[in-house]
Every structure is written in structure tokens, then in C-alpha cells.
């Protein structure tokens, strides 16, 4: 088998979709089952539904720097929109989109770490299905 046909195989056997999906949902990018993380942030070292090995993830701050950039995009306008449409005391202004900008990080925050493993799975990086 050539070169190319072997990379086309080690594509297919681990779609990139299905498996962020997967990782968006928190679960396992292998099973879609077990879940992914045993914390809010912390990654499994394995699945508890199918064994693959999770501890070669290597997220690091991306999901962080992500996280930060899409509540900044959608944030940053809203605001600038909420002010210049209905003028509103500074104060509630930065009340209610501290809140929002709080509630959205820490919603997203998660789910964006679990695509960046999902990622790392199927694209085969930083040790994932490397043989012994």
C-alpha cells in the first residue's frame, strides 16, 4: 500500500465532523459514549466506556484564547449596539454584560476544549493512535 492510500485510510477511520460533535457534546471523540472530561475542565486519562486513551491531549490555552475571542465578538457589539440604541446608565450596562459575558464563557469554555481534543483525536495528533 502506498503512502497516500494509507493517509486516505487514516483519514476515513476517524472522520473530523462526527468527531467534533462528539467533543462539542463532552463525550468521548472515539465512542460518542463515555464521557470526555471529569470535571468542569479536567480531561479523562481514558474513556470509561471504550478505553481510548485521552491523556495524549494537549489543549492547552487554545480553548481559552477561542473562548475569549468568540465572547469578544459577540459581546463586544451587542454592547456598542445596547448603548447607542438605548442610552442606559453605564452601570446596568456593565451589570447585565458582565453577567452575560461571564455565563457565556462558561458555557462555551468547556465544550470548546472538548472540540480541541476532538480534533487532536482525529487528526491522529500528539500521540493519538500511534502504535506502541
Not at 485510510?9 to 463525550?27: I, T
Not at 472530561?37 to 480553548?63: F, I, M
Request: with cysteine; net charge positive.
Amino acid at each position: 500500500m502506498d503512502t497516500q492510500s494509507t493517509l486516505m485510510a487514516a483519514e476515513d477511520d476517524r472522520p473530523l465532523w462526527p468527531a467534533l460533535r462528539r467533543g462539542w457534546c463532552r463525550q468521548c471523540p472515539s465512542c460518542g459514549s463515555g464521557p470526555l472530561l471529569r470535571g468542569y475542565l479536567k480531561v479523562r486519562e481514558s474513556c470509561p466506556v471504550c478505553g481510548e486513551a485521552l491523556h495524549h491531549q494537549r489543549a492547552d490555552d487554545g480553548p481559552a484564547y477561542l473562548t475569549i475571542m468568540v465572547v469578544g465578538h459577540i459581546v463586544g457589539p451587542l454592547m456598542l449596539w445596547a448603548f447607542t440604541a438605548w442610552r442606559p446608565d453605564p452601570l446596568v450596562l456593565l451589570a447585565i454584560f458582565s453577567v452575560a459575558t461571564v455565563a457565556m464563557t462558561l458555557w462555551l469554555l468547556p465544550r470548546i476544549k472538548g472540540g480541541f481534543v476532538a480534533l487532536q483525536w482525529s487528526r491522529r495528533m500528539h500521540g493519538f493512535g500511534r502504535d506502541a
